[in-house]
């Protein structure tokens, strides 16, 4: 039987737990919240995972940016992803899917569901999967410099294109190891996101977008590309043309 006398100390440890929770849910919410700044018409929300979610328009073309939590891997900590997605349509049919350091985990990447798998070009870090569309060879060409640039960047991810737009993946953080190991908890160490860490990556994708998009309207070659790859991967495109 309970001791009538420690049920005021079980009910303000459970409050102070639910409290601790809303105030984590809070944080988790609001933490694009000084980012806003950056775009122009801004609208915030928030998504299934709780974090927040940014979407307006960045250089004149819709933009959104998310953060995706991740702790799937066995043996490694859990990690907080930034995605930023330019939804500007690149004039290719074709879908590429870079990937740096392949886990297993990328549940937010549809490299697995594409066909076709390409060689690293030279100069990209070794440990690059680059999977995409039948018949993408020339977005790879188009697209390839710009994104050794981006791959520089130790923390990029994945680099996304698809008929529709662009999407870079970022690792934000790794959770809190400490917590982690002995409990099992996923915290991460932040609470906010620094425009100065999302700017570069928004400038990064809007370049590499009109780049790309730019390109293909001067290109004849391109053009019979696109019109004979949409024809023949249809299904490739169905299943990544919502990624970015």
């Not at 160490?189 to 293909?216: K, M, S």
Request: proline residues 7%; hydrophobic residues 45%; aromatic residues 6%.
């Amino acid at each position: 039987m309970i001791d009538l006398l420690a049920l005021p100390i079980l009910g303000a440890a459970g409050y102070a737990l639910h409290r601790r929770s809303l105030v984590a849910a809070a944080e988790r919410a609001g933490m694009l919240r000084p980012c806003a700044g950056l775009l122009a018409e801004p609208v915030q929300g928030r998504d299934r995972t709780g974090y927040g979610r940014l979407a307006g328009r960045f250089q004149g073309v819709p933009v959104e940016i998310r953060i995706i939590p991740e702790a799937l891997v066995f043996r490694r900590l859990p990690q907080l992803w930034l995605s930023v997605s330019v939804h500007r349509a690149t004039g290719f049919a074709g879908t590429l899917d870079i990937l740096r350091r392949v886990a297993g985990a990328e549940f937010y990447a549809p490299a697995a569901d594409l066909p076709a798998r390409y060689p690293v070009p030279p100069g990209w870090p070794g440990e690059t999967l680059v999977r995409g569309s039948r018949r993408a060879g020339e977005l790879l060409l188009r697209a390839g410099a710009p994104i050794a640039t981006i791959l520089a960047e130790p923390r990029v991810k994945e680099v996304l294109l698809t008929p529709r737009g662009v999407r870079i993946v970022s690792q934000l953080c790794e959770g809190e190891r400490g917590a982690y190991l002995l409990l099992r908890e996923t915290r991460f160490p932040i609470t906010q996101v620094d425009p100065e860490r999302l700017q570069p990556l928004l400038a990064q994708a809007a370049d590499l977008a009109r780049l790309v998009r730019e390109g293909t309207a001067h290109d004849s070659t391109v053009h019979d590309f696109e019109t004979h790859d949409s024809t023949a991967n249809t299904s490739d495109e169905a299943r990544a043309r919502a990624a970015a």
